[in-house]
């Protein structure tokens, strides 16, 4: 069974510019979870995906960082424009998983992302 | 907000020393996960706990969760260098959709 894939694995790029960061999750899985992980600290959700439509997108800086999922598979992260701070591992995960019920994550490697 | 905290923070141990990493939630836990990071990489996966009391291994590894639901403990024996990475702890935040909140890891570091 094919892992969850992000692209690209690294990106730098100079503040105020624009970037986009890629996920294809595990066939079948209704849900796809958007994470950053600052060097030091665990991840933390930015977005999550049941099917195409927005579970929770509360700790998502909506004024620079947009999401979408296409047709309930793939999903693109966009940050626009980027700050010294969004420096980070943005990690994607996907999940059987349905409203309300429990199960394991399947991340991907992350896209290791330098804003210079 | 739901915190977990993780202890301690980085761990050395000498290959074939038994080790433990604790993970301590300020409100009661309804789904604990812990899984794996090596560095530079995604997690893995290892072992979910539900219920107070629950413990479950794999390997070398075992997991508990004690009977008041609040903490967490991860043990492993007699380690080994493939057992070096990021512990990290994950719980379901009862705070609408069961969003998953993680703890900020332990680093373990395993001497050959």
């Known amino acids: 069974e094919a892992g969850v894939a992000q692209s690209p694995r690294y990106k730098i790029i100079e503040k105020r510019q624009s970037v986009a960061f890629w996920c294809n999750p595990i066939?079948?899985?209704?849900?796809l979870y958007w994470y950053q992980q600052i060097l030091g600290q665990g991840p933390k959700l930015l977005i999550q995906?049941?099917?195409?439509?927005?579970?929770?997108d509360s700790q998502l800086p909506k004024d620079r960082f947009s999401a979408e999922r296409l047709k309930g598979v793939d999903s693109t992260l966009k940050i626009q424009p980027a700050k010294l701070e969004d420096s980070a591992v943005y990690l994607c995960?996907?999940?059987?998983?349905?409203?309300?019920?429990?199960?394991?994550?399947?991340f991907g490697p992350g896209t290791r992302l330098t804003v210079l | 907000s739901q915190e977990l905290e993780q202890s301690p923070q980085s761990l050395i141990v000498q290959e074939g020393k038994n080790l433990t990493i604790n993970c301590t939630s300020s409100?009661?836990?309804?789904?604990l996960y812990w899984y794996k990071q090596k560095y530079g990489e995604g997690l893995i996966f290892l072992m979910m706990?539900?219920?107070?009391?629950e413990e479950k291994s794999h390997e070398k590894i075992t997991a508990k969760l004690d009977e008041k639901k609040q903490q967490s403990s991860l043990h492993i024996t007699a380690s080994q260098p493939s057992h070096a990475g990021i512990y990290l702890c994950?719980?379901?935040?009862?705070?609408?959709?069961?969003?998953?909140?993680f703890g900020a890891g332990t680093r373990l570091f395993v001497k050959a």
């Open positions: 994950g719980a379901d935040s009862n705070t609408g959709g069961f969003k998953t909140i």
């Open positions: 066939s079948g899985h209704a849900t």
């Open positions: 706990l539900q219920k107070g009391g």
């Open positions: 995906f049941q099917n195409n439509g927005v579970v929770d």
């Open positions: 409100k009661t836990l309804y789904g």
């Open positions: 995960a996907s999940s059987l998983k349905v409203s309300g019920s429990r199960n394991e994550q399947f």
